[in-house]
């Protein structure tokens, strides 16, 4: 697509995540395959941006993009779901931390998904019609369509205001902060 499009200014790279999802299954995290996915995006991503790079224009603009943990929402099911949450942030936060590596040492910035989505921040909040919770799963809830009710959830992807949240990230990248 690059080499067949050369005006294309912008490409942004969101990997990562689904190498992680077949690691968080039933409410449990398998630590030897967050081991492995973790693994894998540090041995594939920069044969990738190299890839990129090649096939696009010398103004080519790449933004990697850094990964919200939607296992926030498992907190409102309960202890089971609560016991879920901080293992599901250490897996999130490691591959974080792998992509923000790769990308720097490529000299390419990454949009920070995490913490536009607060995805730290345990300060208490209200959420309507719940009541006190920690300010991360507030927002993921207000996100994504992880605490949605069917037909739209419980589902990973964010909604119209969580892609406005992650266009802002990416705009940020871009400007250098």
């Given at each position: 697509?690059?080499?067949?499009?050369?005006?294309?200014?912008?490409?942004?790279?969101?990997?990562?995540?689904?190498?992680?999802?077949?690691?968080?299954v039933?409410?449990?995290?398998?630590?030897?395959?967050?081991?492995?996915?973790?693994?894998?995006v540090?041995?594939?991503?920069?044969?990738?941006?190299?890839?990129?790079?090649?096939?696009?224009?010398?103004?080519?603009?790449?933004?990697?993009?850094?990964?919200?943990d939607?296992?926030?929402?498992?907190?409102?099911?309960?202890?089971?779901?609560?016991?879920?949450?901080?293992?599901?942030?250490?897996?999130?936060?490691?591959?974080?931390?792998?992509?923000?590596?790769?990308?720097?040492?490529?000299?390419?910035?990454?949009?920070d998904?995490?913490?536009?989505?607060?995805t730290?921040?345990?300060?208490?909040?209200?959420?309507?019609?719940?009541?006190?919770?920690?300010?991360?799963?507030?927002?993921?809830?207000?996100?994504?369509?992880m605490?949605?009710?069917?037909?739209?959830g419980?589902?990973?992807h964010?909604?119209?205001?969580?892609?406005?949240?992650?266009?802002?990230?990416?705009r940020?990248?871009?400007?250098?902060?």
């Amino acid at each position: 697509f690059l080499r067949d499009h050369p005006t294309t200014v912008l490409v942004t790279v969101d990997l990562g995540f689904n190498n992680m999802r077949s690691c968080i299954v039933a409410g449990q995290i398998d630590q030897q395959c967050v081991d492995q996915s973790v693994s894998l995006v540090d041995q594939q991503l920069p044969q990738i941006l190299s890839a990129l790079r090649a096939a696009g224009s010398p103004g080519l603009r790449i933004v990697g993009i850094g990964h919200y943990d939607p296992y926030l929402g498992s907190y409102l099911r309960g202890p089971t779901g609560r016991v879920l949450v901080p293992e599901s942030l250490d897996a999130i936060s490691r591959l974080d931390q792998t992509l923000r590596s790769i990308y720097a040492a490529a000299g390419i910035p990454m949009a920070d998904v995490a913490g536009s989505f607060n995805t730290a921040s345990t300060d208490p909040t209200m959420m309507s019609g719940v009541g006190m919770v920690p300010r991360d799963v507030a927002r993921i809830c207000s996100l994504t369509w992880m605490c949605s009710a069917k037909p739209y959830g419980p589902n990973q992807h964010p909604n119209d205001d969580g892609y406005r949240v992650i266009s802002q990230a990416i705009r940020a990248a871009l400007a250098g902060g």
